[in-house]
Nanobody, 123 residues
Framework: QVQLVESGGKLVQTGASLRLSCAASGRTFSNYAAAWYRQAPGTERLIVAAINWSGTDTYYSDSVQGRFAISRDNAEKRVYLQMNSLKPEDTAVYYC????????????????WGQGTQVTVSS
């Protein structure tokens, strides 16, 4: 069992940077791949970025490639999402998730989800 709690979401202006953090509990966190998803109102939840268990391999959606960076600290049981050059279309609830290695392909389905943190980018 893994519990996930996101933090760091807030209202920012276009072009700003923001770092989201996800705190995990549970002894098996380091066994899992981790990912960030986002969901805007009226849309489906989509993967943004993923990272393998060791942090040596990552995946990014086309919409955030080059602007966002995912990282993890297994000793601290945390996953981070550094978001730069934010745009209004990045506005969404951002969810942290963990699951098996398939997450790193962008097509896996997580085993555990956090409750989400709201990011709003004003124009």
């Amino acid at each position: 069992q893994v519990q996930l709690v996101e933090s760091g979401g807030k209202l920012v202006q276009t072009g700003a940077s923001l770092r989201l953090s996800c705190a995990a509990s549970g002894r098996t966190f380091s066994n899992y791949a981790a990912a960030w998803y986002r969901q805007a109102p009226g849309t489906e939840r989509l993967i943004v970025a993923a990272i393998n268990w060791s942090g040596t391999d990552t995946y990014y959606s086309d919409s955030v490639q080059g602007r966002f960076a995912i990282s993890r600290d297994n000793a601290e049981k945390r996953v981070y999402l550094q978001m730069n050059s934010l745009k209004p279309e990045d506005t969404a609830v951002y969810y942290c998730a963990v699951g098996d290695a398939a997450l790193i392909t962008g097509w896996g389905y997580p085993s555990y989800w956090g409750q989400g943190t709201q990011v709003t980018v004003s124009s």
